[in-house]
């Protein structure tokens, strides 16, 4: 059974800096892609950095020059580095990895439980 667990979250004050980290566990073939998205109240969730398993980075057009996603292959886990926080950057925000379980399935989505980060004075 494969899981994603996150932490980081935390309320922190606008120009703070928080880390986020996920760690993938369990039984599978591959671990491809992995990325951070994040979801407002009202909102749809959305992408906010990706990154491939060649450490290949995209980012949301908001969080371009803060944020900074990385990943260790050898531990399953993917980080995102946030800096100069924004109230506009509250959300839950949501690990998501692209995985194959067996040499012979389809590339599926799973998702971490979320985490909150509240930017505010």
């Known amino acids: 059974q494969v899981q994603l667990v996150e932490s980081g979250g935390d309320l922190v004050q606008p120009g703070g800096s928080l880390r986020l980290s996920c760690a993938a566990s369990g039984r599978f073939f591959s671990l491809n892609d992995m990325g951070w998205y994040r979801q407002a109240p009202g909102k749809q969730r959305e992408l906010v950095a990706d990154?491939?398993?060649?450490?290949?980075?995209t980012y949301a057009e908001s969080v371009k020059g803060r944020f900074i996603i990385s990943r260790d292959n050898a531990k399953n886990t993917v980080s995102l580095q946030m800096n100069n926080l924004k109230p506009e950057d509250t959300a839950v925000y949501y690990c998501n990895a692209k995985i194959r379980i067996s040499w012979a399935a389809v590339l599926a989505d799973f998702w971490g439980q979320g985490t909150q980060v509240t930017v505010s004075s």
């Open positions: 990154i491939t398993s060649g450490s290949s980075s």
